[in-house]
């Protein structure tokens, strides 16, 4: 009971005089207080002999723990972790522990829970300060209930030590997370070199029922209309290739985490050359498969998880109409987008090039004038607009977006997807200008879709001072008056 009591009331406790005129007496003051008379007392006692200590409770800790891990414990978690380290691999206190358990001996014999060798390493300054991240519980996950229903595929460059850069394509199971064909080639990213992946994992182990990328011209070339090597490939082993979104690496998050590990084990012993490179992917895909535990996978290695779950691999090859379809429906959206729009088709390669694109024919609609492909980048976050500068947030950053004008509205709209991601009405109205430069989220009647929440933050309170003056002084909001919210 005592421990539960703040130090205002313990101190109200002590400073209590019976003697004092008009005093409560001990029952009516431990009534009011809503503690008991054993209590009163206990803390009484205590201030008599630790003065101020009884304004605090007395540590629950045991005087003599059941168990103590001496300097020789520490010793080799810290060893454990530096060797972890220097090996490439991650070295938290999940994967310390993994490592501790499966050693032939430890010193005490009994290794330290996970929270424990966290605490452990914090003694003795062996734990790096991480960022601080989205909490996994507000994510959505989507993971395939069974192995083989769906392999996720990507590629990333990697720079050899004395050697030119390289390309390394890595192939997951989604299910299991289970390496089914990590491999590293010398030329740049391709349809050939991606089918050869694709096809020495499906010799080892079976066609999966669907492969996931990303919307790269060596994997799937369905999302611009047409049918590329790869696709015809899968579909003859009875898979059917699938693609994220444009612009939304989510969707292949678990083969986009895969590359940091991946990274950081072949930058720890970086090769100098292909041979190297690939001896060192065979040694991570043994050590990824079946020794490293798997957070996500309730610490099982990928192995054991590919060997516990049903398996459920392609059956019969697919038909190329299914493709055509596809590709047709595909295609036919982006027409449709593309006439809304009034737009030239283009397609924007995976390093932002735009290449001319003449599925669709010869037959374009010419581009108003009222309308332009903007550049947004990191360094200039902003957009014109009769000569103000309009600041975005961050998240425009290193994208390109379709400029609108129209009588009544400024619009921002994604060139892939047609969606509208920014706009406000015309005349432009903003309480927060300094010179031509106009703050985004004090504009009148501005609109932003996924916005930050520091931006909804900031345009929620000029919201509401948009609202006092349209009760105090009406005119302001009348058109041409941003020069006198300006002034103002």
Not at 63 to 89: F, H, S, T
Not at 192 to 209: E, F, K, M, N, Y
Not at 412 to 428: A, G, K, Q, Y
Request: hydrophobic fraction near 35%; aromatic fraction near 8%.
């Amino acid at each position: 009971m005592t421990n539960v009591l703040s130090p205002s009331t313990r101190a109200a406790i002590i400073n209590y005089d019976p003697t004092q005129p008009h005093a409560l007496t001990v029952s009516e003051f431990c009534k009011s207080q809503k503690i008991s008379r054993s209590v009163f007392y206990k803390i009484r006692n205590r201030a008599s002999t630790e003065s101020t200590a009884a304004l605090h409770p007395r540590s629950r800790a045991p005087k003599q723990p059941a168990r103590r891990y001496g300097p020789e414990v520490v010793n080799e978690l810290v060893r454990i972790r530096k060797q972890l380290k220097d090996d490439g691999w991650d070295y938290g206190p999940h994967t310390i522990y993994y490592e501790a358990n499966i050693q032939d001996s430890f010193p005490g014999t009994k290794v330290p829970s996970v929270a424990t060798i966290g605490r452990l390493l914090a003694t003795v300054g062996q734990v790096e300060r991480a960022p601080r991240k989205r909490p996994k519980s507000s994510y959505i996950p989507f993971v395939r209930a069974t192995a083989m229903a769906l392999w996720q595929l990507d590629a990333f460059e990697f720079s050899l030590a004395h050697g030119p850069t390289v390309t390394v394509y890595q192939l997951l199971d989604d299910a299991t997370r289970y390496d089914v064909g990590s491999w590293a080639y010398q030329r740049e990213e391709n349809s050939t070199d991606a089918q050869h992946v694709l096809a020495t994992a499906i010799d080892t182990h079976g066609a999966p029922q669907e492969v996931l990328s990303d919307n790269s011209l060596a994997f799937n070339q369905l999302r611009q209309g047409r049918i590329g090597a790869v696709e015809i490939f899968l579909a003859s082993k009875g898979t059917m290739p699938i693609s994220g979104l444009p612009g939304k690496p989510t969707t292949q998050g678990k083969n986009e985490r895969s590359h940091q590990t991946l990274q950081r084990f072949l930058a720890a012993d970086r090769p100098s050359s292909l041979e190297q490179l690939r001896a060192r992917i065979t040694h991570y895909r043994q050590h990824y498969n079946h020794r490293r535990p798997h957070q996500s996978l309730d610490q099982s290695t990928p192995h054991i998880a590919w060997e516990l779950l049903a398996h459920t691999p392609a059956t019969e090859p697919l038909a190329l109409a299914v493709l055509e379809a596809k590709a047709t429906e595909y295609r036919q959206k982006r027409k449709l987008q593309d006439l809304e729009l009034g737009r030239a088709t283009v397609t924007v390669s995976k390093t932002g090039k735009i290449i001319e694109d003449d599925i669709l024919g010869s037959q374009t609609v010419p581009k108003p004038t009222n309308q332009l492909l903007v550049d947004v980048t990191a360094d200039n976050r902003q957009v014109y607009y009769q000569g103000y500068q309009v600041g975005l947030p961050t998240t425009f950053a290193g994208r390109q977006f379709h400029r609108t004008i129209t009588d009544h509205e400024f619009l921002l709209s994604d060139p892939h997807t047609s969606e509208i991601v920014f706009s406000f009405p015309l005349p432009l109205i903003a309480l927060k200008m300094r010179g031509r430069w106009v703050a985004s989220y004090a504009i009148q009647g501005v609109q932003l879709t996924h916005p930050t929440k520091q931006w909804a933050r900031k345009a929620a309170a000029y919201r509401e001072q948009y609202a006092q003056r349209e009760e105090q002084v009406p005119e302001v909001f009348k058109p041409g008056s941003a020069q006198d919210l300006q002034d103002s």
